[in-house]
């Protein structure tokens, strides 16, 4: 078993940043994938980043890539998302899973937090 609670959401303006936590406890964090997704209103669930265990490969959505940065700290059991040039679309709740496994666009998780709102103004 993995708990996971995120932290760090809130509302932002346009262009804006924020850093998503997300600590973990339970199973040992240092080994295992860690991702990030998330969930606007009305739509699915999407695949954000994911980290693997050692922290040396990363994967993003396309729709993120060269803004957001996924990143660890196995000392302290966290997942970080640093957020920059944020935009109206990035609007969702932010899910922080642990265990992840997939490819492409196509990623799962078996532990998940509760989740954290980010909101961007326009």
């Known amino acids: 078993q993995v708990q996971l609670v995120e932290s760090g959401g809130g509302l932002v303006q346009a262009g804006g940043s924020l850093r998503l936590s997300c600590a973990a406890s339970g199973r040992t964090f240092s080994s295992i994938n860690m991702g990030w997704f998330r969930q606007a209103p009305g739509k699915e669930r999407e695949f954000v980043a994911a980290?693997?265990?050692?922290?040396?490969?990363?994967y993003y959505a396309d729709s993120v890539k060269g803004r957001f940065t996924i990143s660890r700290d196995n000392a302290k059991n966290t997942v970080y998302l640093q957020m920059n040039s944020l935009k109206p679309e990035d609007t969702a709740v932010y899910y922080c899973?642990?265990?992840?496994?997939?490819?492409?666009?196509?990623?799962?998780?078996?532990?998940w937090g509760q989740g954290t709102q980010v909101t961007v103004s326009s």
């Open positions: 980290i693997t265990w050692y922290g040396g490969i990363m």
């Open positions: 899973a642990a265990n992840v496994k997939g490819s492409g666009v196509s990623w799962s998780g078996d532990y």
